[in-house]
């Protein structure tokens, strides 16, 4: 059991620094999350792409 949360809770570490590092990549350090394309910013920490880059054909 302990294991198991252990690696959501490190899943999530993960999901927090990708996306922090996506925001400053894009010249906000302020934001939680940026997309990956197009540098919009993004409320949470799951996706890396925003709805219109995703709908462009792309894969998140």
């Known amino acids: 059991m302990f ?3 252990y ?3 490190m899943e ?3 999901l927090r620094l990708e996306a922090s590092q ?3 990549a894009a010249g906000h350090p302020e934001w939680r999350n940026a997309c990956a394309d197009c540098r919009c910013q993004l409320t949470g920490i799951e996706k890396s792409r925003c ?3 995703r709908g462009s054909g792309g894969t998140d």
Do not use: K, S
Request: charged share 45%; with cysteine; aromatic share 0%.
């Open 51 to 53: 709805e219109a880059c």
């Open 7 to 9: 690696h959501e809770e």
């Open 12 to 14: 999530q570490e993960v």
């Open 22 to 24: 996506r925001a400053r």
């Open 3 to 5: 294991e198991n949360q």
